[in-house]
């Protein structure tokens, strides 16, 4: 409240007249002229007349509104920028939601697209092509070395992360069944504030009513525990149980990461009773926290059944995979799942080249370090903000940076200062910037978000 109330007291002051004033009415001013010369909104959003207003109005009323967006539309982006319509560069710290691992239009991503464009971009999963399983090998082959889940074996490709999940879940059933023909054993276990996506497979493992409540009833079968609670594990995951879905990092649900003894509790009790281990590493994974796969760190009896990715392996073009161990594969035949355009040869060479980057340990390493630069900014904006700020959580680049109010209003003061940054779960701020993010750029971001800070929090 008081977060609001402050900013509300800027907009009077703001909106003041430019008149001679005395005593109170001159501290307000010299309170605008202060907060004026410290702040300059360098990027004010888009006014309706603007070319993104009149581009914004003439489209809408053709779009299904499904999202909530604000003025600025977005016409090319390079490295850790975007530009808008009228020309103005923003520091995304977005990453287009932990997609653009590579940053905004890389080189040679360009250019693959163009060479395999011009060769063959679809041919149906009716044949093979020469990408779909060199990217299955790649991906397999690196999740080994990387310390990750041992005994990964094989890979479907498909074309998001909602999609990925899908199919973890189907095959889950799966195997369910041919360990237990009666047709007990069809329980999916999922925690509370995870999100799997939004088709009604992976939306049914989404606890949250704001995402089911409209489309229910969700599909039957789906058992919600308390993420991180390793005392109700044995209670939660029973004979019944197929599988146990799970993000090693909640990134939708605020930046929230497993504790490495509830994994290992988790591992340990889907092993007693048969049920399998699915991570859903779409927004954790690939070299985001500094290693290959957010679980690469984890001993083996806490490695997934099932692992699924997207967001990070297309860079931004629409790709995604599940990666199972022998003990799934082997009960998947001809005929269980399929996709049209998963797995087409122009995605999977992106995502083969995509993949190659990703498991440079140079790179993961330099993550590592930029995290670093990150958390020594949050911990100065903990310390000058402290009624604001209450606690940093997440690891190498993707953090979370836990408010006391609402953030919105940071939001925007950073979009209008050029500083692109979401949200996650409540009241949180979520950051997933390009892994190739400078220590420059980080550094130019924490002075624009501090900004941004002192604008909400300025008192008239």
Not at 35 to 44: D, F
Not at 311 to 321: D, H, Y
Not at 411 to 420: C, Y
Request: hydrophobic share 40%; net charge neutral.
């Amino acid at each position: 409240m008081a977060f609001r109330t402050a900013l509300r007291r800027v907009a009077a002051v703001n909106a003041a007249p430019a008149t001679r004033l005395t005593g109170a009415g001159a501290g307000a001013a010299a309170a605008r002229r202060s907060y004026a010369t410290a702040s300059q909104l360098t990027h004010p959003d888009p006014t309706e007349d603007s070319p993104s207003g009149k581009m914004v109005r003439e489209h809408v009323p053709y779009m299904v509104t499904t999202y909530s967006r604000p003025p600025p539309v977005f016409v090319k982006g390079k490295g850790s920028y975007l530009w808008d319509l009228e020309d103005r560069k923003y520091l995304d710290f977005t990453s287009g939601i932990a997609v653009n691992s590579l940053g905004h239009c890389d080189e040679e991503f360009s250019k693959i697209i163009a060479e395999q464009a011009q060769e063959l971009v679809h041919a149906s999963n009716l044949y093979y092509n020469p990408w779909t399983g060199a990217l299955s090998k790649l991906l397999v082959e690196s999740t080994k070395a990387s310390g990750g889940m041992h005994d990964a074996s094989s890979v479907f490709v498909c074309n998001s992360g909602s999609e990925a999940n899908e199919a973890g879940i189907k095959f889950a059933r799966k195997v369910g069944k041919v360990l237990d023909p009666s047709g007990s054993k069809v329980e999916i276990v999922c925690f509370q504030n995870a999100f799997h996506g939004r088709t009604m497979g992976s939306l049914s493992a989404t606890p949250n009513p704001k995402y089911q409540a409209p489309f229910a009833p969700m599909v039957p079968g789906f058992k919600v525990g308390t993420y991180n609670d390793i005392a109700a594990i044995p209670s939660l995951v029973t004979e019944k149980t197929c599988s146990v879905i799970v993000e090693p990092i909640q990134g939708e649900g605020g930046v929230m990461p497993a504790t490495e003894e509830f994994l290992v509790a988790l591992g340990k009790r889907c092993r007693e009773v048969g049920a399998l281990l699915h991570y859903d590493e779409i927004q954790c994974g690939l070299a985001r926290t500094g290693t290959f796969w957010a679980h690469s760190s984890l001993p083996k009896e806490a490695h997934p059944d099932i692992l699924t990715t997207a967001k990070a392996i297309g860079n931004g073009f629409p790709i995604a995979a599940t990666i199972v161990n022998e003990h799934v594969a082997s009960k998947i035949k001809v005929g269980d799942h399929g996709t049209t355009f998963g797995g087409n040869p122009l995605a999977c060479r992106l995502a083969h080249y995509i993949v190659g980057r990703l498991a440079d340990k140079q790179l993961q390493e330099g993550v590592k370090a930029k995290s670093e630069v990150f958390l020594r900014g949050f911990e100065k904006l903990r310390n000058k903000f402290p009624s604001l700020v209450k606690e940093v959580r997440g690891k190498g680049l993707i953090l979370g940076l836990q408010l006391s109010e609402d953030p919105t209003p940071v939001i925007k003061a950073a979009r209008e200062r050029g500083l692109l940054v979401i949200t996650a779960g409540t009241n949180t701020l979520r950051f997933v910037p390009s892994l190739l993010v400078t220590e420059g750029e980080i550094e130019e971001g924490l002075k624009i978000l501090e900004e941004s800070f002192e604008a909400a929090m300025v008192k008239a």
